[in-house]
T-cell receptor
Framework: KAGVTQTPRYLIKTRGQQVTLSCSPI?????VSWYQQTPGQGLQFLFE???????NKGNFPGRFSGRQFSNSRSEMNVSTLELGDSALYLC????????????FGPGTRLTVL | KNEVEQSPQNLTAQEGEFITINCSYS?????LHWLQQHPGGGIVSLFM???GKKKHGRLIATINIQEKHSSLHITASHPRDSAVYIC????????????FGTGTRLKVLA
């Protein structure tokens, strides 16, 4: 079974631009979560989608948004990029049930200049 | 106080040494996930366990649900084990997310 895939793997943007990141979960998984990882803050939860609905959201500004499609693929969008948005963005998928074991993708490294 | 605490934060070992990383948590859980992240890399799942012990190669993970404590052991450590090890607690009551420990940065010297 193929793992979680994320595209693109690397991205360089400038301040003020917007960016869209994509995540394809493991086949059969209906839950996709997004995380931001920075050296100073560690792993921080952005949001989680299950069956096209956002179930949970972390403490990030409204510039960070996401969505999930009917095939469970998910996208994350960051508008009006700031230097502090430079980070590794990870998505993880799971079946979404009570046991909730997540499998992580390789991440997208975003650099904002 | 963090809901999930790991110790030590940093660990340097000589090749061949037995290594233990600890994870304590204050939230009620039904399972705990051990993860590995190499520098600049993505996160790899090591173990998901809800009781007792699991073993995979040189890695052993144990959990004591009553004491709210889990340990990850590496036997006969090797430089390729150098990575950050993270314990994560899945929360599914009212919310669906992971609570992560702060991570343990392990460096194994040849």
């Amino acid at each position: 079974k193929a793992g979680v895939t994320q595209t693109p793997r690397y991205l360089i943007k400038t301040r003020g631009q917007q960016v869209t990141l994509s995540c394809s979960p493991i086949s059969g998984h209906r839950s996709v979560s997004w995380y931001q990882q920075t050296p100073g803050q560690g792993l921080q939860f952005l949001f989680e989608y299950f069956s096209e609905t956002q179930r949970n959201k972390g403490n990030f500004p409204g510039r960070f948004s996401g969505r999930q499609f009917s095939n469970s693929r998910s996208e994350m969008n960051v508008s009006t990029l700031e230097l502090g948005d430079s980070a590794l963005y990870l998505c993880a998928s799971s079946y979404g049930g009570r046991i909730y074991e997540q499998f992580f993708g390789p991440g997208t490294r975003l650099t904002v200049l | 106080k963090n809901e999930v605490e790991q110790s030590p934060q940093n660990l340097t070992a000589q090749e061949g040494e037995f290594i233990t990383i600890n994870c304590s948590y204050s939230v009620g859980i039904s399972a705990l996930h051990w993860l590995q992240q190499h520098p600049g890399g993505g996160i790899v799942s090591l173990f998901m366990l809800s009781s007792g012990k699991k073993k995979h190669g040189r890695l052993i993970a144990t959990i004591n649900i009553q004491e709210k404590h889990s340990s990850l052991h590496i036997t006969a450590s090797h430089p390729r084990d150098s990575a950050v090890y993270i314990c994560a607690v899945p929360v599914t009551s009212g919310t669906y997310k992971y609570i992560f420990g702060t991570g343990t940065r392990l460096k194994v010297l040849a």
